[in-house]
C-alpha cells in the first residue's frame, strides 16, 4: 500500500483553504504578525533572537502596537512606533528587550483600563 494520496482527493478542501492566511510566516507557531511589522517592531524594542520567538513576548508585542494604533488612530506601524516611542521617554524607561516590552506593556494595559473606566464614569454623569 502506498503512503501517497491521488491527486483528486490531494485537492484542497475549503477547511484547508480558510487556514491559510496571506502575509503570514509560521515560524513554529508562534510567528503571528506579518513580516514587515513584526520586524519593525521587534528591532524598535531591541529584541534578541530568542525572545522575538518566546509567545508571552510575541503577544506583548503585539498588544502594544494594537494599542499604539488605536491610540494614534492610524494603521501605520510606523505611527505606532512613534508613539511607543514617546511613551518609552514619558516613562523613563531605560532598558531593553524583553524588559521593555513587560513594562511598556503593563502601562498600556493600566493606560487602556484607566480609558475604558473614564468613559463608564462619563457614561453615569450623563
Same mark, same amino acid.
Given at each position: 500500500?502506498?503512503?501517497?494520496?491521488?491527486?483528486?482527493?490531494?485537492?484542497?478542501?475549503?477547511?484547508?483553504?480558510?487556514? !491559510?492566511?496571506?502575509?503570514?510566516?509560521?515560524?513554529?507557531?508562534?510567528?503571528?504578525?506579518?513580516?514587515?511589522?513584526?520586524?519593525?517592531?521587534?528591532?524598535?524594542?531591541?529584541?534578541?533572537?530568542?525572545?522575538? !520567538?518566546?509567545?508571552?513576548?510575541?503577544?506583548?508585542?503585539?498588544?502594544?502596537?494594537?494599542?499604539?494604533?488605536?491610540?494614534?488612530?492610524?494603521?501605520?506601524?510606523?505611527?505606532?512606533?512613534?508613539?511607543?516611542?514617546?511613551?518609552?521617554?514619558?516613562?523613563?524607561?531605560?532598558?531593553?528587550?524583553?524588559?521593555?516590552?513587560?513594562?511598556?506593556?503593563?502601562?498600556?494595559?493600566?493606560?487602556?483600563? !484607566? !480609558?475604558?473606566?473614564?468613559?463608564?464614569?462619563?457614561?453615569?454623569?450623563?
Amino acid at each position: 500500500m502506498s503512503d501517497r494520496t491521488p491527486l483528486s482527493e490531494a485537492q484542497d478542501t475549503p477547511s484547508t483553504q480558510e487556514e !491559510r492566511v496571506p502575509n503570514r510566516i509560521d515560524l513554529g507557531g508562534e510567528y503571528r504578525a506579518d513580516m514587515p511589522q513584526y520586524h519593525d517592531a521587534a528591532n524598535f524594542f531591541e529584541l534578541d533572537h530568542t525572545d522575538r !520567538r518566546a509567545p508571552e513576548t510575541l503577544d506583548q508585542m503585539e498588544y502594544l502596537v494594537s494599542y499604539a494604533k488605536g491610540v494614534t488612530g492610524s494603521e501605520d506601524i510606523k505611527d505606532a512606533l512613534l508613539h511607543l516611542k514617546a511613551l518609552k521617554s514619558f516613562m523613563g524607561v531605560s532598558e531593553k528587550g524583553k524588559g521593555l516590552v513587560k513594562k511598556m506593556y503593563q502601562w498600556a494595559r493600566l493606560d487602556s483600563r !484607566r !480609558r475604558d473606566i473614564t468613559k463608564e464614569m462619563k457614561l453615569m454623569h450623563e
